[in-house]
């Protein structure tokens, strides 16, 4: 069994340093009319180019660019679309960090690009693998508000799906060899599994020669584990900071699925007791019969202090060499 870490999606786009405070300031200075929107996108770059060091130097396996050009992970992708305006703020499930609500006005198309762009120029700057990130259709059409006249729930969700299948296509003909959809909201609405499984799969039918990942975080995954292993997903990213129990279903039933496990809390600042976690592993991946598993943190890392984010990062790395070391 081969263990490799990934990070899961989003990075902190602010430090204390001036070099990672550089963002911040640039928009501030947009506001103020003394930088330009290039000057801003500079600045991303540069903010992406950071994260993609700090994921090389904590040895992690499976990178991202840390999502920095994200303003939330629904209005980036939703906002891209015909046929969805952005509204008002919302609470984004029960962080402390709000989104930009979409509002469902007619029908939904992909246009453009989502986040080709930026996935293209983070495999050119990275020197490991790059994971693209896309929040799933059903997540994206739970978040947002639907106009009279506009498509049904699950129309919607439908058609969300099948904007993102386009992208998927895109972003696998680019090269990208694991894409990862994220439905957080699956955990706050499990009754509606068949609807989320559907969507999934009109995206999985385009995903080519890449393999894909389904994260789930900010919830229990215990009730929807088994239902979740029948899924077309490659890899399965789970939360276990939610579910107390789910070391043990894992650990009792038998998978065929490359687990993605997200033992490490990407919202608490402490670190993890490596012991603790090493012994978890060992006894969940018992089950496992995929030549390869993950892990990862428990969603991304943005909710973190900089500093706190890169000791995790390098957490992850240390435990994937003790557990290399003690398969030895």
Known sequence: MELRTLTHGSYPRIGSTPEEQILRKTIAQLDRGEKTEA?????????????LAEQDAADIDVVTDGLVRWYDPVSHLAGKLAGVRI??????????????QPVVEGKIVR??????????????????PVKPVLTGPYTLARLSLREPGAPSFEA???????????????????????????EPA?????????????????????????ELALALYFGDAVPLYKTLLAW????????????????????????????????????NTRLEDRTLVLRQL????????????????????????RDR?????????????EFAGGMQ
């Not at 955990?187 to 890449?210: N, T």
Request: net charge neutral; hydrophobic share 50%; with cysteine.
């Open 39 to 51: 000057d801003v996108h500079a600045a991303e770059d540069r903010v992406a180019a950071l994260a």
């Open 87 to 100: 509204g008002g703020l919302l609470r984004f499930f029960d962080t402390n960090f709000y989104f930009r």
């Open 111 to 128: 246009t453009q690009p989502l986040v080709l762009d930026e996935y293209q120029w983070a495999a050119k700057k990275a020197v490991r």
């Open 156 to 182: 919607t969700v439908e058609a969300m799906a099948d904007a993102l299948a386009a992208e998927v296509a895109a972003l696998a003909g680019a090269g990208a060899r694991l894409i990862q959809i994220d």
């Open 186 to 210: 699956l955990l706050q609405y499990p009754r509606d599994v068949r609807m989320a499984a559907e969507a999934f799969g009109r995206i999985a039918a385009y995903k080519g020669r890449a």
């Open 232 to 267: 077309p997903a490659d890899v399965l990213l789970l939360d276990f900071t939610y579910s107390p129990d789910l070391p043990l279903v894992v650990a009792g039933e038998a998978c065929g699925r490359q687990i993605g496990f997200g033992l490490l809390d990407g919202r």
């Open 282 to 305: 060992e006894a969940m991946l018992h089950k496992c019969q995929a030549p390869r598993a993950y892990l990862t943190t428990s969603c991304g890392l943005e909710y973190l202090p």
């Open 309 to 321: 984010a890169r000791a995790k990062l390098q957490h992850l790395g240390a435990l994937k060499r």
